[in-house]
């Protein structure tokens, strides 16, 4: 349900509307999360939440952690709030990164014996020559290998990689790139 509300802007409102709806037709006794609010305090223990930090509109620079203060951007000049109206106080970005800290989530993953036999399959993986079965099948992928041979060897370490959400360049940029040792 989270996808969908993502991926049509609907509001909290919609959101609720169509939970309501929803849990009219489930029998009784469904677990169904009642409204927005609901499910996204079920989401919190999960460690799936996310940092926001104030960007400027022209994607030149972040305000964290020594620039948080900035209120223009250092490259282009631009202010990276909108106007203040009326009495507010707080300031408003144009543009907000959020960052999702995924090493703890990883963490977990490598706790579960299940889940370790598919997070470490690189290990034991042997392409066959001229067939691409998977990404680490590719010219770029196998180009990284060459290059730092050094995180072949660990069994332990995660390869992630770079996508783009949609070819409008719309600003749905989802850029993971993460190759690290987890502990």
Not at 38 to 61: E, R, W
Not at 65 to 91: D, F, I, Q, V, W
Request: glycine share 6%; aromatic share 10%.
């Amino acid at each position: 349900m989270f996808t969908i509300k993502s991926d049509h802007g609907l509001s909290e409102a919609g959101y609720d509307k169509i939970i309501e709806w929803v849990r009219s037709i489930l029998p009784e006794g469904n677990r169904l999360k009642e409204n927005f609010y609901a499910a996204k305090s079920m989401m919190k223990p999960l460690g799936l939440g996310y940092k926001k930090i104030d960007m400027c509109p022209n994607f030149c620079m972040l305000h964290y952690l020594e620039n948080a203060e900035l209120t223009e951007c250092m490259t282009c000049g631009h202010s990276s709030y909108k106007p203040r109206t009326g009495r507010g106080k707080t300031l408003v970005a144009y543009q907000k990164l959020r960052y999702f800290p995924i090493t703890s989530i990883l963490q977990r993953l490598f706790m579960s014996p299940r889940t370790v036999e598919h997070m470490t399959w690189h290990q034991s993986y042997h392409a066959v020559d001229g067939v691409m079965v998977h990404p680490s099948d590719g010219e770029a992928w196998k180009h990284f290998n060459s290059v730092h041979p050094h995180f072949l060897a660990d069994q332990e370490t995660c390869v992630l990689g770079c996508i783009r959400t949609d070819s409008t360049h719309s600003g749905h940029l989802l850029l993971l790139i993460l190759v690290s040792r987890l502990y």
